[in-house]
C-alpha cells in the first residue's frame, strides 16, 4: 500500500507538470494563425508543425490519461474504506482516464487526416478541421465537467474523513467549481480549472509521497 501511495504520488506530480508543458507549447510555441487566416495558411501551419502537435497530444492526452489511471487506483485505495463518496470520484476518475485517452487520439488521427485532405481539397479539409476540433473540445480540450467531478467527490470524502487535509479538501472543492464553470462559453473557467488543477495535483503527490502524514 505505501509503494502505491508513493506511486500515485508521483504520478501527480507527473500530471502537474504535464498540465505546466501544455500551457508552455499552447502559450509560446505553437503559435496558431490569426483570426481571419486564410485556408492555405492554416493548413500550412498544421503542416509545418504536426510532428510537434502530435507529440504534444500524445503527452497532454495520452500519457496524461495513462498517468491519472495511476493515480484514480492510487487514491481510491487510500480512501475506499472511508467514504462511499470515494467510490463514486473512483468511477469518475476511470471515465475521465477513458475520455483523455480518446480525446488525444482523435486529435491525432484528426489532425494526420486534415492534412493529407488538404493537399486535394483545401475546403473540405477545413471543414473536417472544424469538426475535429468540436469533437477535442467536446471530449476534453474545453469541457471538465467529469474531472471536476472527480475532484469535488474526493474533496468531500476528504472533508467526512482524514484522507486529506481540511485546506486541501478546499482546494479540490474549488478545483471541481472551476471544472464544473467550464459548461459556459468562456475560457477563463478552463484556465483556471487548470491552474488551481496544477497545485492540487502538487499538493495531493506531496501528500502521497509522505503517506505517513495526515496530508
Not at 167 to 194: E, K, N, R
Not at 198 to 214: E, K, L, P, Q, T
Request: aromatic share 10%.
Amino acid at each position: 500500500m505505501n509503494k502505491l501511495q508513493k506511486l500515485g504520488g508521483a504520478a501527480a506530480i507527473t500530471e502537474a507538470a504535464i498540465y505546466l508543458f501544455a500551457f508552455i507549447i499552447f502559450g509560446a510555441i505553437i503559435n496558431y494563425p490569426v483570426a481571419g487566416a486564410d485556408t492555405s495558411e492554416i493548413l500550412a501551419h498544421l503542416a509545418d508543425n504536426q510532428l510537434l502537435m502530435t507529440i504534444t497530444n500524445l503527452i497532454i492526452y495520452v500519457l496524461f490519461g495513462i498517468v491519472l489511471s495511476v493515480l484514480v487506483l492510487a487514491i481510491y485505495e487510500r480512501t475506499k474504506a472511508q467514504h462511499i463518496t470515494s467510490r463514486l470520484a473512483a468511477v469518475f476518475g476511470f471515465i475521465w482516464v477513458t475520455i483523455i485517452i480518446a480525446t488525444g487520439m482523435t486529435a491525432n488521427i484528426g489532425l494526420s487526416t486534415v492534412i493529407t485532405t488538404g493537399a486535394e481539397n483545401p475546403d473540405q479539409a477545413m471543414t473536417l478541421w472544424k469538426m475535429v476540433n468540436v469533437m477535442v473540445e467536446a471530449l476534453g480540450g474545453g469541457n471538465e465537467i467529469v474531472g471536476a467531478l472527480w475532484v469535488m467527490l474526493l474533496s468531500i470524502a476528504g472533508l467526512k474523513s482524514n484522507a486529506w487535509s481540511k485546506p486541501l479538501s478546499y482546494l479540490g472543492m474549488l478545483v471541481g467549481v472551476f471544472g464544473m464553470c467550464t459548461i459556459f462559453p468562456t475560457d477563463i473557467f478552463a484556465m483556471l480549472f487548470g491552474v488551481t488543477q496544477i497545485v492540487w495535483f502538487m499538493w495531493v503527490g506531496i501528500a502521497m509521497i509522505r503517506s505517513n502524514d495526515n496530508s
